[in-house]
């Protein structure tokens, strides 16, 4: 079928060609049939009245016109047939390319059915997933009520049931005559359906659902409207496996960073939080220098991780044991696809804007960027936060000193080092934007 739609194109200009050429071959064979009967009458002339060689040749030239009238009619009215059915093959392939690149699950199955609507002129529509024995309503366009969206009926219910058992399309245009429409949902929401169209979401694992479209606005659906939707339906499949796939990542991506921050947390004193409050000072800075968004979630990603080496390391009593832990997180994750990006980030985040950093005594701007970010935030949060490392001035503990000294001090220091420990344009800007009235009890 993809096939078929692929080539569509060029297949409907060679059949409009051909029409072409079909309707002067017709006109050609007319032409020449009307020099035949002229020069047959020509020869006998003579034996018939006036009168009866005048009602002949009219008759002939009526019949001639009328010929190429209807001809003309024709191929007129197959090649705007034709040409219709190309549009709404462009539009669908446009459509098609469009679903691909939506990833949130929401947005995708709205963009499907409104699509659907608009290929078929279909009054209304819904899109029904697969979730153990039944079929649940994952959105609805053109019904008004509140009750169906995650409404659910047995798989094997109505018009939707068969679809699913013999995984074809359906095309009924008087729904309740057909033995197989079970009129349970609008007897719930008091729609009245007479047409449907509905066709199955098919992968090469099996149906995940089906698309169902209802009440054609014009005529009945046709075998054009089934055999697009049909189509359609096999892409937007393949769009929402996907999708599903997406949130399923990011659903165990969430889940698993909960679980490494709850460990890094507990595992290593005076880390309570202190991943967290990172992020938050490094997308401070992310935000004030425009960084494009996929940077910014990697940023994030990296600074909620940055720390992650401590957990492998049974003791940080000395400072070569310290240092340790950037070597440790890189080995961790660069060997993860899920996490390969981030780690030259981690692996570079205590290297110094003069050289003087570890692990590789990296300088400037070879230092990569999100590294730089994160020296900032992390070295701000040791000396603001009582929950982070401990910070003494004298014999005086950290939490006995107000937020408001801690703040200007913490941002005192960074000035005196940038340039230095820090890249001081990001220390700038970092200390041009941070707010102290929002952070205090942070």
Wanted: proline fraction near 3%.
């Amino acid at each position: 079928m993809s096939r078929k739609i692929e080539h569509a194109k060029p297949s409907i200009e060679l059949i409009k060609k051909n029409l072409k050429i079909l309707s002067l071959t017709v006109l050609l064979i007319v032409f020449s049939l009307l020099f035949l009967i002229v020069k047959s009458l020509y020869a006998i002339l003579g034996f018939l009245p006036v009168q009866s060689v005048v009602i002949i040749l009219a008759t002939v030239a009526a019949l001639v016109v009328a010929d190429l009238y209807v001809a003309g009619l024709i191929s007129k009215k197959a090649i705007k047939k034709i040409e219709e059915y190309s549009d709404k093959l462009n539009n669908l392939l446009f459509t098609t390319r469009d679903i691909r690149e939506i990833v949130y699950g929401d947005v995708l199955l709205d963009k499907i059915i409104e699509s659907s609507l608009k290929i078929t002129d279909a009054e209304a529509g819904s899109i029904l997933l697969i979730e153990g024995n039944s079929f649940v309503f994952k959105t609805v366009k053109g019904i008004e009520s509140e009750k169906l969206p995650s409404f659910s009926i047995p798989k094997s219910s109505g018009i939707a049931g068969w679809v699913l058992e013999n995984g074809k399309a359906a095309r009924v245009n008087d729904a309740y005559r057909d033995s197989r429409f079970d009129p349970s949902v609008d007897n719930l929401t008091g729609y009245k359906t007479k047409s449907v169209l509905c066709a199955p979401l098919k992968l090469s694992t099996g149906i995940i659902g089906v698309l169902e479209l209802l009440n054609k606005r014009k005529g009945a659906f046709s075998y054009e409207d089934e055999d697009l939707i049909s189509y359609f339906a096999d892409q937007a499949a393949i769009s929402i496996a996907r999708a599903q796939f997406y949130e399923d990542q990011k659903n165990f991506e969430i889940h698993l960073t909960d679980i490494l921050l709850f460990a890094i947390e507990n595992l290593t004193p005076g880390k309570h939080g202190h991943s967290m409050r990172v992020a938050k000072y490094v997308h401070i800075i992310a935000k004030a220098i425009n960084m494009p968004e996929d940077e910014k979630r990697r940023l994030h990603r990296a600074s909620l991780f940055h720390d992650i080496g401590f957990i492998k390391m049974k003791d940080v009593s000395s400072k070569d044991d310290y240092k340790a832990h950037c070597q440790i997180a890189y080995e961790m994750l660069h060997p993860i696809n899920f996490y390969a990006d981030i780690a030259p980030i981690i692996l570079h985040h205590h290297e110094r804007y003069d050289g003087k950093g570890y692990p590789s005594g990296l300088q400037g701007e070879n230092i990569p960027l999100e590294s730089r970010i994160i020296a900032i935030a992390e070295a701000f949060d040791t000396m603001v936060s009582s929950d982070s490392y401990r910070y003494t001035e004298g014999m005086v503990n950290v939490e006995e000193i107000p937020f408001t000294d801690r703040f200007h001090s913490a941002i005192e220091e960074l000035k005196i080092n940038a340039g230095t420990q820090f890249d001081s344009k990001l220390i700038e800007i970092f200390v041009s934007t941070i707010d102290e009235l929002s952070l205090e009890g942070a």
